[in-house]
């Protein structure tokens, strides 16, 4: 046996430290998630999408000048490939979901892509400015409309909601977005992230890290649903009502969706972001209603949380106010995932540089549980 082996057993690799990164420091039982040195409650809510690719990226906020070329690098890329567009086109005939749809279009995201020139750095600004563009044009296609191309004059999140719905957001819906772009764009060695740094070491490129990551994302246990904590808010439909319907739900054993956290032991900082980010989004021109009841549904959930499991602290999380603020876009619940891919993607790239700079393959070991010493027995002899 190899000597320098670690031989204890982590189930899922539970505690294990497996990369060191600059990118974003996650503290569960602090409620703290730091940003490239910011918390992301200083930043999130004032820095455009650009600017913090552009901090986690390079480990700094651009000057007026860095944030030009930022944006003028990333504008050619939003047009996707015609066979891009194709591939997309039969997803939306074939009824796909959307994450699948997104998770195919990766893939074929470098079908345009000049021969030989195979750089991380270009690849990853393809990747980033193609992500929205994909998922705008697959809900089109789905709706039977036609794809709208991007407006060059438009920054990213501007962008992906022209591509969206075909008109000019307003600067409140562009605010909205980018802090929630901002808030969702690292966060630690997740499942997703690791996937891409598994990839990228082997010395892959970073179209098929990127693709890996979003296959990771895809499954229930770590995209999550924002959708549920949304349709809950719609089902109780009146303040008065959160007590006696989310006591049934406590007293049958169900989960109430958008509270509670595997990492956060207290209120996921995240949560409190996007709960002012909504605020100020429906008083600017949303449904005001459906704001105060989800506060009344959030209010009352964490008071019976408290009362029905006590000392597990289940606070708020993110998809709580992530499903308020994307339904507040005009969004559909089919596509909060595959948002939060397109604002993922920026740390997925970042943790791919890191990791390629290390030059080190990642290859963990395994402990074997079967069976030892057995004999081959010749098939005419077996007797079961």
């Known amino acids: 046996m190899n000597s320098t082996l670690n031989t204890g057993f982590a189930s899922g690799l ?6 060191q990164t600059r990118l974003s420091h996650v503290d569960g039982q602090r409620g703290e998630l730091i940003l490239a040195g910011y918390r992301v409650e200083d930043v999130a809510p004032l820095a455009s999408f650009e600017e913090m690719v552009h901090l986690l990226w390079y480990d700094h906020l651009p000057t007026a000048a860095e944030l030009a070329r930022l944006q003028q690098a990333l504008a050619p890329w939003r047009a996707l490939p015609a066979a891009t567009l194709a591939l997309l086109r ?16 990766a893939g074929a995201f470098d079908l345009d892509h ?11 600004y393809m990747l980033l400015a193609r992500m929205p563009a994909a998922v705008a044009a697959y809900w089109r296609l789905r709706q039977g409309l036609t794809p709208i191309p991007p407006e060059p004059a438009l920054g990213h999140a501007a962008n992906y909601l022209y591509m969206l719905n075909g008109a000019y957001p307003t600067s409140a819906q562009v605010r909205g977005l980018e802090t929630y772009l901002n808030t969702v764009i690292d966060h630690g ?3 997703s992230t690791f ?21 990771a994302l895809k499954g229930p246990l770590h995209g999550g649903a924002p959708g549920p904590a949304l349709d809950m808010v719609f089902d109780i439909g009146a303040a008065a009502q959160a007590e006696p319907y989310l006591r049934a739900k406590l007293e049958a054993g169900e989960r109430l969706m958008g509270f509670g956290h595997r990492v956060y032991k207290v209120r ?7 709960a002012a980010a909504a605020r100020k989004l429906y008083a600017a021109g949303g449904d005001g209603e459906l704001y105060t009841l989800a506060r009344a549904v959030e209010e009352t959930a964490v008071r019976l949380l408290a009362e029905y499991k006590p000392g597990r602290n289940l606070q708020t999380n993110v998809e709580f106010y992530t499903a308020l603020l994307l339904h507040g876009l005009g969004m559909p619940t089919a596509l909060f995932t595959p948002t939060f891919a397109a ?5 997925w790239i970042g943790h791919a540089w890191e990791q390629t700079a290390t030059g080190r393959l990642i290859r963990p070991a395994s402990e074997y549980i079967g069976a030892t010493d057995r004999i081959w027995t010749p098939l005419e002899e077996r007797l079961v």
Do not use: F, K
């Not at 539970?14 to 990369?19: N, Y």
């Not at 030989?116 to 270009?122: E, I, K, N, S, Y």
């Not at 604002?343 to 740390?347: E, L, M, N, Q, T």
């Open 343 to 347: 604002a993922r993607v920026a740390g």
């Open 114 to 124: 000049p021969t030989g020139v195979q750089d991380d750095v270009t690849m990853g």
């Open 14 to 19: 539970q505690g294990i430290v497996a990369a």
């Open 189 to 191: 060695l997740n499942a």
């Open 90 to 105: 039969s997803a939306a005939q074939a009824e796909r979901p959307a994450m699948d749809a997104l998770r195919m279009a």
């Open 268 to 274: 996921d900082p995240r949560a409190e972001v996007l």
């Open 195 to 215: 996937t891409a740094r598994v990839i990228i070491a082997t010395r892959s490129d970073m179209v098929s890290a990127i693709t890996g990551a979003l296959g």
